[in-house]
């Protein structure tokens, strides 16, 4: 089975989310809390609404039964799992040359990164040249 890994950020916590290039379904699983929390959907626009259901589910729970929902570990330092995920992001933050609230504001699973193709750029050309022919005739119009 072919996958493609990414990382999606959900109320501020993280999840591992996959691609299946096969089947093209897409399933994930939080990071960091209490609990093994997992969602799946089969387009990309519907991932972050049932990640975000699976979640509120989840701490739902954690609330009525009084269970702290996040992993922690060390004895007498205690640290959060999340908190080393996050430490991580701060990294690449880095080395990209951007703050942490940058890369998490631009943070989309499965986008690859990549310029402007030359016919996007004609075609972003054509429509303004048309944008600006037809604005003319506008005030023309009844």
Not at 8 to 26: D, E, S
Not at 47 to 66: I, P, V
Not at 78 to 98: C, T
Not at 112 to 128: A, D, I, K, T
Request: glycine residues 6%.
């Amino acid at each position: 089975m072919e996958v493609i890994r990414d990382i999606m950020i959900v109320r501020g916590v993280p999840a591992v989310v996959t691609l299946n290039t096969k089947t093209f379904m897409m399933s994930g699983e939080f990071i960091g809390l209490s609990g093994r929390i997992s969602f799946e959907a089969d387009k990309l626009s519907e991932l972050r609404k049932e990640a975000g259901k699976a979640l509120e589910l989840f701490l739902f729970r954690c609330r009525q039964l009084e269970h702290h929902p996040l992993v922690y570990y060390g004895g007498a330092s205690m640290r959060y799992v999340i908190e080393d995920a996050y430490a991580l992001f701060e990294e690449i933050a880095e080395k990209r040359g951007e703050t942490l609230e940058v890369l998490m504001s631009r943070q989309q699973p499965f986008a690859f990164w990549r310029g402007v193709s030359e016919f996007e750029q004609l075609r972003r050309h054509q429509r303004e040249v048309d944008r600006q022919y037809f604005s003319q005739f506008q005030d023309d119009v009844i």
